[in-house]
Nanobody, 126 residues
Framework: QVQLVESGGGLVQAGGSLRLSCASSGGTFSTYAMGWFRQAPGKEREFVAA???????????YYADSVKGRFTISRDNAKNTVYLQMNSLKPEDTAVYYCAASTRGATMNLNQYGYWGQGTQVTVSS
């Protein structure tokens, strides 16, 4: 059973940075595509970023338009961890951030992710 544990959330002022981490255990991390999603109060969970498993051609990354150029997803297979570096944070980035693992490739569709963490709160003050 795959377990995902997020960390690194907190309170930050607008324009600041945070790095979220998601540690995986119980599965073969290197074979999973990983994604980050977020959910703000009263809103649906939405895609933030995804990273493919490593192949002969490297990795592929995908971003929501709202975070492109500000957020960077990366993975360290030796540490079974995926990261989300968040720069130039805005109040509208405030949400609970979830990491997720997929055996179906990197995708924006949350229904393709079979494993989820418990989430970490990110609050950006104006």
């Amino acid at each position: 059973q795959v377990q995902l544990v997020e960390s690194g959330g907190g309170l930050v002022q607008a324009g600041g940075s945070l790095r979220l981490s998601c540690a995986s255990s119980g599965g073969t991390f290197s074979t999973y595509a990983m994604g980050w999603f977020r959910q703000a109060p009263g809103k649906e969970r939405e895609f933030v970023a995804a990273i493919s498993s490593i192949s002969w051609s490297g990795v592929n990354t995908y971003y929501a338009d709202s975070v492109k150029g500000r957020f960077t997803i990366s993975r360290d297979n030796a540490k079974n961890t995926v990261y989300l570096q968040m720069n130039s944070l805005k109040p509208e980035d405030t949400a609970v951030y979830y990491c997720a693992a997929s055996t179906r490739g990197a995708t924006m569709n949350l229904n393709q992710y079979g494993y989820w963490g418990q989430g970490t709160q990110v609050t950006v003050s104006s």
